[in-house]
């Protein structure tokens, strides 16, 4: 089947300036021709929208979200939900990030396989999502940021983690959460916000743990990433191999240089922070976060500035799930980037061709060339001229995935 959209303001998601009038031809799920329009036939028998003169774009692409959470800042009532209700949210939230227009999501960890079994859900058709890559059990030492115990008596058990005390329990683990369909291996590289038990800057896995953890990754082609905040665990990640750190509150010279020698992505995730910060206690967010929180996010800031000006390679991920940080509100992470330093056809770039290269769909998505997946979003409005608008859904007209329109408005 063939779809033309004519008459389009293109931001291809290389970095190149957006230009038009472009005419973009689409088989089946791929592209097939892009161009201006004066040189690009459209088919006799295609199917034709008119973008007039509308921003077409690549779907965006978070790089870090729990598709199982909720964002309620009632931090117990989710760590004794039962699986079948995360599994039921999950599937809302899947839709409703496709329907924001992010049409790839990687997720940092979730519980009991739902990431799995809803990944092969939306490829079924069954319901409306996003293309996933999933991690299934994110691995933590005991007591760390991925220990669902942390913070909590002993007699409470709280099932649905994943923690290692040695290089050889975290290769098990590694093991195991690729044979039950993990597409990357989640390491907890330092302490949390949202766990009370340790701060950000202590150091998790230690680096002989994350080594052999990725190693088993790389053994079958697959990427890592590190849930990393203080600056002695991301080192230990960089310094083990890890394709991208989470976060990265505390960056320092030393580990910027090694992130650009390592090639090694950042993915600031800056909407968590900013969500605990605005909300606070009277939100109902529990002391230890916010007080955190409020401690790590000028030096989050500086951070992620910093090695943006130093050419580390950036990939937007929101952390949804995070208290008040909403599956579906996913493009105030672009706002809060460019309000921290970055330009905006950079934050696009972030949400497009880098999330898709972090994503190992470098080849096929993320940016609109001939031979790539038909994932577009049609924008009413400027972007560039005005992040704001990616947040305005009445903007998003339309939502393509794989060649086929799955939102108008
Ligand atoms: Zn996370």
Redesign the pocket.
Known sequence: MLTAIKNARLFDGSGREPYGPVHVIIEDDRILTVGPAQEVAVPENAQVIDAEGKWLMPGMIDA?I?ITGSGDPNVLKAKKELVPHAAIRAGLNAKATLEAGFTAIRD?GAGFLVDVALKQAVNEGLIPGPRMRVACHGLSITGGHGDTRNGWPPEVEFKGRCVVDSPDEARKAAREQLRDGADHIKLHATGGVMSEGDVPTARGLTLEEMRAAIEEAHNVGKKTMA?AQGATGIKNAVLAGISSI?HGFYLTDEIIELMLKKDVFLVPTLAAVHHIVEHGLEGGIPEYGVRKAKEAQAAHLASFKKAYEAGVKIAMGT?SATPFNYHGKNAIELELMVKAGMKPIDALVACTKMGAELLDWGDCLGQVKPGFWADLILVDGDPLADIKVLQDLSRIKMVMKAGKVVVTR
């Open positions: 870090h729990h940092a849930h989470e952390d």
